[in-house]
């Protein structure tokens, strides 16, 4: 009997120091937090390469439709086949803006582009 009453002791006693709750001081930071606030946007910068060799490429073929769903499915096709170029800063972008003008890049975007201007074309998903 006794072992049962001290063990259901223990287990109150336990239960009421879980109850309690410990006041910690609070640190202060002195002076302002923080004086302005960075806002932080992040761009696939391949997105702008591949809309501006779309907008190039489509100018030279009457014969594609230009409809709003058409121009993403592509711009979509060609860029789920390049690789991303992901910028936060100016200086990214400049770099990615001078990267741009690398031959190898530019031949590849106009590839894919018009790979998926040729696919979306046989496929339109609009009557």
Same mark, same amino acid.
Not at 3 to 13: E, G, I, S
Not at 80 to 105: H, W
């Given at each position: 009997?006794?072992?049962?009453?001290?063990?259901?002791?223990?287990?109150?006693?336990?239960?009421?120091?879980?109850?309690?709750?410990?006041?910690? =001081?609070?640190?202060?930071?002195?002076?302002?937090?923080?004086?302005?606030?960075?806002?932080?946007?992040?761009?696939?910068?391949?997105?702008?390469?591949?809309?501006?060799?779309?907008?190039?490429?489509?100018?030279?073929? =009457?014969?594609?439709?230009?409809?709003?769903?058409?121009?993403?499915?592509?711009?979509?096709?060609?860029?789920?086949?390049?690789?991303?170029?992901?910028?936060?800063?100016?200086?990214?972008?400049?770099?990615?803006?001078?990267?741009?003008?690398?031959?190898?890049?530019?031949?590849?975007?106009?590839?894919?582009?018009?790979?998926?201007?040729?696919?979306?074309?046989?496929?339109?998903?609009? =009557?």
């Amino acid at each position: 009997m006794k072992k049962k009453k001290t063990a259901k002791r223990k287990a109150k006693k336990i239960k009421k120091k879980s109850r309690k709750t410990v006041k910690k =001081p609070v640190k202060k930071i002195h002076g302002p937090v923080m004086s302005h606030t960075i806002i932080c946007t992040m761009k696939n910068y391949m997105e702008t390469i591949v809309e501006k060799n779309l907008a190039s490429q489509l100018s030279k073929r =009457p014969d594609i439709c230009r409809c709003e769903r058409c121009r993403m499915d592509i711009m979509a096709m060609a860029l789920n086949k390049l690789p991303s170029k992901y910028v936060v800063t100016d200086k990214g972008s400049i770099y990615a803006r001078i990267e741009e003008m690398e031959f190898q890049i530019n031949a590849d975007v106009t590839r894919e582009v018009f790979k998926a201007i040729e696919a979306v074309n046989k496929n339109k998903r609009h =009557p």
